[in-house]
């Protein structure tokens, strides 16, 4: 039996997941979390096999929760899940110790699939990411997101999310002016000069769409 657990910021996106994981044979879902903290907590209690990480939500995110648990529960595999498959997202989530990477127009079938291929041990790439990597790879370079550290790009999407300092701050256990030290970097690496030219760079090289930016 798989144990999996569900984690998504979208109540709706982990209810219809659960509900076809539920009715497949050899799988179980042993909880659903709606924050990259949370999930951290339940993968600590409850050492699911899998887990089914949303890549952009509140809080630490899951990027982030994805490379802290591959260090603290090295057993414990995580496939990305994402409404847009930018490479960027892909390649940080990969590097962070992810074993699999779906995005959420991808049927259930394939989830099915992903699932039971990465409890097997291997690795899955939703194939219309893995062709788009393969064609994009050339031009990867070409954005300027691929500079920023893994902290830079954390604070960078809570800033584009209209977060502000205190907020950011307080999820990453780190001092204003720090957040304040690590907006003046990111500025910098990316030539921007405010929060509206830093969210239309986001958008332009697809990190966010205009839907996110409006909640």
Same mark, same amino acid.
């Given at each position: 039996?798989?144990? %999996?657990?569900?984690?998504? *910021?979208?109540?709706?996106?982990?209810?219809?997941?659960?509900?076809?994981?539920? *009715? +497949?044979?050899?799988?179980? &879902? %042993?909880?659903?979390?709606? +924050?990259?903290?949370?999930?951290?907590?339940?993968?600590?209690?409850?050492?699911?096999?899998?887990?089914?990480? @949303?890549?952009?939500?509140?809080?630490?995110?899951?990027?982030?929760? +994805?490379?802290?648990?591959?260090?603290?529960?090295?057993?414990?595999? %995580?496939?990305?899940?994402?409404? !847009?498959?930018?490479?960027? $997202?892909?390649?940080?989530?990969?590097?962070?110790?992810?074993?699999?990477?779906?995005?959420?127009?991808?049927?259930?079938?394939? %989830?099915?699939?992903?699932?039971?291929?990465?409890?097997?041990?291997?690795?899955?790439?939703?194939?219309?990411?893995? $062709?788009?990597?393969?064609?994009?790879?050339?031009?990867?370079? @070409?954005?300027?997101?691929?500079?920023? $550290?893994?902290?830079?790009?954390?604070?960078?999407?809570?800033?584009? !999310?209209?977060? =502000?300092?205190?907020?950011?701050? *307080?999820?990453?256990? &780190?001092?204003?002016?720090?957040? !304040?030290?690590?907006?003046?970097?990111?500025?910098?690496?990316?030539?921007?000069? !405010? *929060?509206?030219?830093?969210?239309?760079?986001?958008?332009?090289? =697809?990190?966010? @769409?205009?839907?996110?930016?409006?909640?």
């Amino acid at each position: 039996m798989t144990r %999996v657990l569900i984690v998504d *910021d979208h109540l709706l996106v982990r209810t219809g997941i659960h509900r076809i994981l539920t *009715d +497949t044979d050899g799988i179980e &879902v %042993v909880a659903q979390a709606e +924050t990259g903290e949370e999930a951290i907590q339940l993968a600590r209690e409850l050492q699911p096999d899998i887990i089914l990480m @949303d890549v952009k939500m509140p809080g630490i995110g899951g990027v982030e929760a +994805t490379r802290r648990l591959h260090h603290s529960c090295p057993d414990i595999a %995580v496939i990305g899940l994402t409404a !847009n498959g930018d490479h960027v $997202s892909v390649t940080r989530l990969l590097k962070a110790g992810a074993k699999g990477y779906l995005t959420k127009g991808t049927s259930y079938e394939e %989830v099915i699939r992903a699932i039971r291929l990465v409890a097997a041990g291997h690795e899955y790439i939703d194939p219309t990411l893995a $062709s788009g990597m393969i064609v994009r790879k050339p031009e990867a370079q @070409d954005n300027p997101f691929e500079q920023l $550290s893994e902290r830079e790009m954390q604070v960078a999407m809570m800033i584009v !999310n209209c977060r =502000k300092a205190q907020e950011i701050a *307080d999820c990453l256990f &780190v001092s204003p002016r720090t957040v !304040n030290t690590y907006r003046y970097r990111i500025f910098e690496k990316l030539d921007v000069r !405010n *929060d509206v030219e830093l969210t239309h760079l986001a958008m332009r090289h =697809k990190l966010i @769409d205009v839907f996110e930016t409006l909640g």
